[in-house]
């Protein structure tokens, strides 16, 4: 049963243009959230997060929405890059389980 | 440089022939896992591990066990690989169990084919 879900499973946009990542999650005990970039041949690095507390987190081109009522939040890159061009996770963890639950990832292909 | 390590990184076999992969962190980290991914999966958890001698099977235990002997080292082990194995792994580490304030290093990845 997936816990976090990513939909749209690829994604293609025009160098500069904004890029926006969708994930829902059906554990309403998550309180930290998470997006991961993947490279092609490497593993997963941390890209940015949020807390459950927050509606919003923002670290350069890269920002984080989080909507608790609905169970959803988002990751907005602006502009995109083509070294943007990766698979992105969204994760999500509860505190006190010593658990980390991914989506399937979403792979993002930025036009030049 | 801080970083997490696997080996190999690469490894074809045959079913049953028993293989482990080796995973190992210089952070001084605490927490441990294995998570494996598959294509429309994305990343399941396997195993982690709290501490030295404490570990939990994640989302999809069966066919692997793990040892945590000492702090910087976490194998997987396959004691009779089977074709539904072949993966690709990744081994993580964090200071923190899950995403608060800490996040997961990730290893480089083992892709692991089972004939």
């Known amino acids: 049963d997936q816990q976090v879900k990513q939909n749209s499973p690829s994604l293609s946009v025009q160098e500069g243009r904004i890029s926006i990542l969708n994930c829902d999650y059906t554990?309403?005990?998550?309180?930290?959230f998470l997006w991961y970039k993947k490279y092609p041949a490497e593993g997963p690095t941390f890209l940015i997060s949020?807390?459950?507390?927050?509606d919003k987190n923002e670290d350069g081109r890269f920002t984080v929405f989080l909507n608790k009522s609905a169970k959803h939040l988002s990751l907005h890159i602006v502009p995109s890059q083509p070294g943007d061009s990766a698979v992105y996770f969204c994760?999500?963890?509860?505190?006190?389980?010593?658990?980390?639950?991914f989506g399937k990832g979403n792979q993002v292909v930025v036009i030049p | 440089e801080a970083q997490v390590t696997q080996n190999p990184r690469y490894l074809i076999t045959v079913t049953g022939k028993k293989l482990t992969v080796t995973c190992s962190q210089n952070?001084?980290?605490?927490?441990m896992s294995w998570y494996r991914q598959d294509p429309g999966l994305g990343l399941r958890q396997i195993y982690y591990?709290?501490?030295?001698?404490?570990?939990d099977k994640g989302d999809v235990p069966e066919g692997y066990k793990v040892s945590r002997k000492e702090k910087r080292n976490f194998p997987l082990i396959l004691e009779s690989p089977s074709p539904n194995q072949t993966s690709l792994y990744f081994c993580?580490?964090?200071?923190?169990?899950?995403?608060?304030?800490?996040?997961?290093?990730f290893g480089p990845g083992t892709r692991l084919t089972v004939l």
């Open positions: 994760a999500a963890s509860e505190s006190g389980n010593n658990r980390l639950a």
């Open positions: 993580a580490s964090s200071l923190t169990p899950g995403g608060a304030p800490d996040t997961q290093y």
């Open positions: 949020i807390s459950s507390i927050k």
């Open positions: 952070m001084n980290h605490e927490y």
């Open positions: 554990n309403s005990m998550f309180d930290y």
């Open positions: 591990s709290m501490n030295v001698e404490v570990t």
